[in-house]
């Protein structure tokens, strides 16, 4: 395996792979990480935010895996069969090249709700190889006993609450907790492995050759059929349509939620304390994402978000959190309590590991002004909104009238105590200026002149304390000298002209504070606390929204230079998780859907930019 470079001195690094050296197949239902090395090392059933039943990636001995590979030495590749979300590993041996075809199968959005299936297929295509296949699942993020029983030739993983069965076409034998083969193939030779949810009315099924092949071609065949809506033509259309396909792998097909990222508590710094789960869907990712899938032409992925956001995200009782909640869950559940895991020793040792997330409770005032962007951007592009929906926009904007100037936790959701960010009233402004504009093309009964008040009241209150003039920039939060990347929004929201001198100034602070070879730092936690330990990488995002920024200002250059630099740091799929550390390695939850909604954005501006 081998560990990255950060890694050394750190008992047991060697059992686990980089967080970049995955990728992901799913089935717009859950998701599962297929390491470079052929390891299933994360995956939960039925759902995202269901307990996992393989999480090695968390805790190489008690997490639980499905390995499949050569049982030789072996060089290994990994790439996905093109424009799709399937998933090949190939294995470069003495004895000849095999791979293993990695899908789970979708043959449309509602296809066989109640099953669960993932197929591994494994093929010699030179030579002849050896293979070696472990299935050692643990129920329940390692808390569950399970029992393990031969029926014919299915396994079946039974534990309390959810079952398994695995088929293959090589015997299976057990092992104790686990099921093992080892067989060999030819050239031309293949070997097929299922694992289904079972019971109920879901019986074991086998997995013959013929119906894994008829479902990789209906799978290929879904996701192609789904690429070919993108309208994207520009320059980068690989890396665009790779972002695109992995943003519709974080859909949760039923309700339409996307979520922020498939996994839980992978450390933002190893060895660190900032690990968090990231299973559920972010109010504040709702503008980014209407704005992206409609760019690139994915209106239906756009009304079925809007569809959710609808059904789940509208004012409620007056929480101390405001009438939203910044997150709620895949089925629109507001309860998302946070635990600590103490039996999982967490990633390369980082611990705790958490699931829920207890940020849920926080008050963030930015993500009112993300929502109702994102029902602007939906009017204007896509479907005009319903009387209902508007009445909602109204009663929101109205609450932001009330509250914009509250201190708030921020879009960063620090747990060092509520300040008067910038962000947030940028955002409080965004809220009720797309209301007003809305309000305007439609026609639309709405208090023009109080919101008018309100919003001319905030952008000069943001004039007035955002601004230093000692940093000669706008800041973090009022009335101080720190900066903050979240500033980068302010000409993407229209809030200042990308020219406006007062910009420039800022984006050139930002270059000189936060700014490492392209790489941006969200802020400088010596210089502002936010009450966790321990420092963290460059934030992706960010990185793609100075590349957005220096767009608009005119520095067009110097934007597809820091585009093309950020590049470099994708993983070898082109997928990101949501930091980079100092020496270049993926940190934190993976993929994560906000870094690729901005890459997408990113990409579309500065092609158009270029012409």
């Known amino acids: 395996m081998g560990g990255t470079p950060s890694?050394?001195?750190?008992?047991?690094?060697?059992r686990y792979l980089p967080i970049a050296e995955h990728g992901l197949i799913g089935d717009l239902r859950s998701v599962a990480l297929v390491g470079t090395d052929g390891t299933i090392d994360w995956y939960c059933c039925p759902s995202f935010d269901a307990p996992s039943v393989f999480a090695a990636i968390l805790d190489a001995e008690r997490g639980g895996a499905f390995e499949l590979a050569a049982s030789v030495?072996?060089?290994?590749?990994?790439?996905?069969?093109?424009?799709?979300?399937?998933?090949?590993?190939?294995f470069f041996t003495e004895e000849g090249v095999g791979e293993v075809q990695d899908f789970m199968p979708v043959d449309g959005e509602a296809a066989e709700v109640a099953r669960h299936r993932l197929i591994r297929r494994v093929l010699c295509v030179r030579g002849s190889i050896p293979f070696r296949a472990r299935v050692a699942p643990r129920f329940d993020y390692g808390r569950l006993p399970h029992t393990v029983r031969m029926e014919g030739d299915v396994a079946v993983f039974a534990s309390d609450g959810l079952s398994l069965g695995l088929t293959a076409t090589v015997p299976l034998e057990a092992d104790g907790l686990d099921v093992r083969a080892d067989f060999k193939l030819a050239e031309g030779e293949s070997a097929v492995f299922a694992l289904d949810q079972v019971g109920g009315a879901v019986h074991p099924r086998g997995c013959a050759r013929t119906e894994a092949e008829r479902q990789f071609d209906s799978t290929v065949a879904y996701w192609r059929r789904w690429l070919s809506q993108s309208r994207y033509r520009g320059r980068w259309r690989e890396m665009v349509h790779r972002s695109a396909l992995t943003l519709k792998l974080l859909t949760y097909a039923p309700t339409g939620a996307i979520v922020a990222a498939p996994t839980t508590s992978l450390p933002e710094q190893i060895g660190g304390e900032r690990n968090w789960d990231y299973r559920y869907v972010w109010v504040r990712d709702a503008?980014?994402?209407?704005?992206?899938?409609?760019?690139?032409?994915?209106?239906?992925?756009?009304?079925?978000?809007?569809?959710?956001?609808?059904?789940?995200?509208?004012?409620?009782?007056?929480?101390?959190?405001?009438?939203?909640?910044?997150?709620?869950?895949?089925?629109?559940?507001?309860?998302?309590?946070?635990?600590?895991?103490?039996?999982?020793?967490?990633?390369?040792?980082?611990?705790?590991?958490?699931?829920g997330n207890g940020a849920a409770e926080q008050l963030q005032l930015d993500i009112y002004g993300a929502l109702i962007d994102s029902i602007y951007l939906y009017d204007k592009w896509a479907k005009p909104v319903s009387s209902d929906q508007w009445d909602d926009v109204c009663a929101l904007v109205d609450w932001v009238c009330e509250n914009w100037d509250q201190p708030d936790e921020g879009i960063w959701e620090t747990r060092g105590g509520r300040k008067t960010f910038l962000y947030s009233r940028l955002?409080?402004?965004?809220?009720?200026?797309?209301?007003?504009?809305?309000?305007?093309?439609?026609?639309?009964?709405?208090?023009?002149?109080?919101?008018?008040?309100?919003?001319?009241?905030?952008?000069?209150?943001?004039?007035?304390?955002?601004?230093?003039?000692?940093?000669?920039?706008?800041?973090?939060?009022?009335?101080?000298?720190?900066?903050?990347?979240?500033?980068?929004?302010?000409?993407?929201t229209k809030f200042i002209a990308p020219t406006d001198p007062k910009w420039l100034s800022t984006l050139d602070a930002l270059t000189d504070d936060l700014v490492s070879d392209s790489l941006v730092y969200r802020y400088d936690p010596q210089a502002s606390p936010d009450g966790l330990r321990g420092d963290e990488g460059t934030f992706s995002i960010c990185s793609?929204?100075?590349?957005?920024?220096?767009?608009h200002a005119g520095r067009i250059d110097e934007a597809r230079l820091a585009f093309e630099k950020m590049l470099t740091y994708a993983n070898h799929l082109g997928l990101y998780a949501e930091e980079i550390s100092h020496t270049g390695e993926q940190q934190g939850n993976f993929p994560q859907a906000f870094t690729h909604l901005a890459l997408i954005s990113a990409a579309f501006n500065l092609d158009r930019a270029l012409g």
Not at 544 to 551: N, S
Request: with cysteine; proline share 5%; charged share 25%.
């Open 7 to 14: 890694d050394q001195g750190i008992p047991g690094a060697s």
């Open 73 to 90: 030495p072996a060089r290994t590749k990994q790439f996905y069969f093109p424009d799709t979300n399937v998933l090949i590993t190939r």
């Open 287 to 355: 503008a980014f994402c209407v704005y992206a899938l409609l760019r690139l032409g994915f209106a239906g992925e756009a009304e079925a978000f809007m569809n959710f956001v609808t059904r789940h995200v509208s004012p409620g009782d007056g929480k101390p959190s405001g009438p939203l909640q910044i997150m709620y869950g895949i089925d629109g559940r507001t309860d998302l309590t946070e635990h600590e895991l103490g039996h999982l020793e967490g990633h390369l040792g980082s611990a705790p590991v958490r699931i």
């Open 427 to 492: 955002m409080c402004w965004v809220g009720i200026e797309r209301a007003i504009r809305m309000a305007h093309r439609r026609g639309l009964p709405a208090d023009l002149v109080r919101w008018r008040e309100h919003r001319d009241t905030i952008y000069r209150r943001i004039m007035k304390h955002g601004w230093s003039e000692e940093r000669q920039a706008f800041v973090q939060y009022e009335d101080s000298d720190v900066l903050d990347a979240a500033v980068l929004m302010m000409p993407l």
């Open 544 to 551: 793609f929204w100075y590349v957005e920024a220096m767009v």
